[in-house]
């Protein structure tokens, strides 16, 4: 199936760039550091009450396993967005589902919102687990201590995913950008060309795409379509726009 952007319906469907989104995203990204500031903070503090050599191992594996689980969130959300509900369904469907439809008629059309509309929503999303971590986990040992680095860490990873996803479609796109997409360290564009190529039901990780191999060839987002989309589309709405996956 091929689409061009006219063939989107446009009525009550876009709202990327109107004042109240604008604030919204301006409202949930301050908030976002602000809360990532807090959480740093206090593991940061009870690293020196840690056991001694606990950062030389804690705070890397926290890094590791926050950017492997980020990758593997933007790729659950990325797939579920791209085949399982409304564009139309109030508030939910112009601000997370829209993004990725219109992305699969028009895949420049990322490259051409600002750093605000791009990472915006990934802010808003991630607030409620982020300032549960910060309120109702204190940190009192080893555990809590991880948890909140993990937490963090993990976080940081979902706000640069569209970031990283925007950089991957830039044809031109700093040189130093250019340079970490070669390593692999964040996604790349030959990478996710894969997922652009038809039948466009593969390689959703949007992070920085390792877990996509493994996630193909196991074709566990595609095992879980019929029985996610029987439970969410009585909320979200029947997917009503291109480029989700083809059967």
Request: negative net charge.
């Amino acid at each position: 199936m091929s689409a061009t952007p006219e063939d989107i319906p446009q009525h009550g469907y876009d709202m990327s760039g109107s004042l109240w989104m604008r604030l919204v995203d301006a409202s949930s990204m301050s908030m976002f550091f602000f809360f990532e500031y807090l959480l740093a903070r206090d593991v940061y503090l009870h690293l020196d009450a840690a056991p001694a050599g606990l950062a030389t191992w804690l705070l890397p594996l926290a890094l590791l396993l926050g950017y492997l689980t980020a990758d593997f969130v933007s790729g659950f959300v990325h797939f579920l967005a791209d085949n399982i509900g409304s564009t139309r369904t109030p508030f939910f469907g112009p601000v997370f589902i829209r993004p990725f439809r219109e992305h699969h008629v028009d895949p420049l059309a990322i490259t051409r919102h600002d750093f605000l509309e791009v990472n915006g929503a990934n802010c808003l999303i991630s607030l409620p687990v982020l300032i549960g971590t910060w309120y109702f986990v204190p940190i009192h040992g080893t555990a809590s201590l991880f948890f909140a680095a993990y937490v963090g860490l993990f976080l940081f990873g979902i706000f640069l995913t569209n970031q990283f996803h925007s950089w991957a479609h830039n044809p031109n796109p700093p040189g130093w950008i250019r340079r970490l997409q070669r390593t692999g360290l964040i996604l790349g564009p030959e990478h996710h060309a894969r997922h652009h190529t038809p039948p466009f039901n593969t390689y959703y990780c949007i992070t920085s795409g390792w877990l996509n191999p493994i996630l193909a060839r196991t074709r566990l987002f595609e095992r879980m379509k019929e029985p996610l989309r029987r439970v969410l589309e009585p909320i979200v709405g029947k997917a009503d726009e291109v480029g989700g996956v083809q059967e």
